[in-house]
């Protein structure tokens, strides 16, 4: 269950997400420009060299996506002739028990999917000062069930990561738990402003940009919520840099994939898939969090980005 009472208008924020408006306001600070264009402009110059031949690509946090078609590498997918439900099993498979078990006192959810169990962690915020009300359930990993179009997370150049580290990566239309001929970069997916289950357990939920909005409204707002809610440990050091993780969120720098089979920035910047596609039907919302730096950022990149995954109890 989530709630949230804010004592401004949320129309106003969500306004300022689509502009990309950087005025330089405390928990209003959605999209920055400044914040967004830094996302990945700083990745290492072991990755600008092996991507210079595709420096017409969109990075995350660019709107200003090129219209050139980056190449799709083909992706070996390795398929279980197992019966049984292992933990990284597809959802696809029949036999799968769709269902999930959360057990408040433990902090966990078991997903019956796979039966990989999962941190959680239950945001409680009440500041009357500033008209703030707001719970909510939220995973504290990253999720990991193999689908179609999903990768480990943390890899480097064209080498996956470790899923038990860092949960799996999905484009978007992984994440909405729908197909490329549906919602794929172009298409517009239309999917409403209900809760949208998409790739998570039973009884949880992508979030979406508002629900993003909210939880970080709630933990002080966009200059302050990346040392809030970014793990302790995991990420790449830098100077004044402490990430307090005071509310268990436990945010975790995954890196991210590229359309074309690239991964790059583990240690370095974490990013999370919303539910809410952008009016330009290639590109969707997502929160980053980076390494050197307190604040997050929503911005929008390309459905074929890789990125990872956080759910949130229904």
């Not at 990075?59 to 799709?72: A, K």
């Not at 064209?158 to 994440?175: F, H, I, M, P």
């Not at 809610?229 to 840099?241: A, E, Q």
Request: charged share 25%; proline share 1%.
């Amino acid at each position: 269950m989530k709630k949230l009472c804010l004592g401004f208008s949320v129309v106003a924020m969500a306004m300022l997400v689509a502009c990309g408006d950087d005025n330089g306001s405390s928990a209003s600070d959605i999209g920055e420009s400044s914040s967004s264009s830094e996302f990945l402009s700083s990745s290492s110059k072991k990755a600008e060299s092996k991507t210079s031949e595709e420096s017409s690509s969109s990075e995350p946090g660019d709107l200003s996506s090129s219209s050139e078609e980056e190449s799709s590498s083909s992706e070996s997918e390795e398929s279980s002739s197992s019966s049984e439900v292992e933990s990284s099993s597809s959802i696809s498979s029949s036999s799968v028990n769709d269902e999930s078990v959360y057990d408040a006192t433990a902090n966990t959810l078991t997903d019956l999917r796979d039966n990989q169990i999962y941190r959680t962690t239950t945001i409680e915020i009440n500041d009357a000062e500033h008209g703030i009300s707001y719970s909510g359930v939220w995973m504290a990993e990253n999720l990991n069930i193999e689908t179609e179009n999903s990768w480990c997370g943390g890899g480097d150049e064209y080498t996956e990561g470790d899923c038990s580290v860092y949960g799996r990566l999905y484009t978007w239309t992984a994440a909405v738990a729908k197909s490329e001929d549906e919602c794929g970069e172009g298409k517009g997916c239309g999917l409403g402003t209900g809760d949208i289950r998409g790739v998570c357990p039973k009884g949880w939920h992508l979030p979406s940009q508002r629900e993003w909005i909210d939880l970080i409204t709630a933990v002080g707002g966009f200059k302050v919520a990346g040392k809030e809610l970014k793990s302790g440990t995991g990420w790449n050091s830098y100077s004044g840099i402490e990430n307090n993780d005071t509310y268990l969120f436990s945010a975790l720098p995954a890196g991210n994939r590229r359309s074309y089979g690239f991964y790059l920035d583990e240690g370095n910047y974490a990013y999370f898939w919303s539910s809410t596609e952008h009016e330009d039907n290639r590109i969707a919302f997502l929160l980053g969090m980076l390494y050197d730096g307190d604040h997050a950022s929503l911005s929008s990149n390309k459905k074929g980005f890789g990125f990872s995954v956080r759910c949130l109890k229904d």
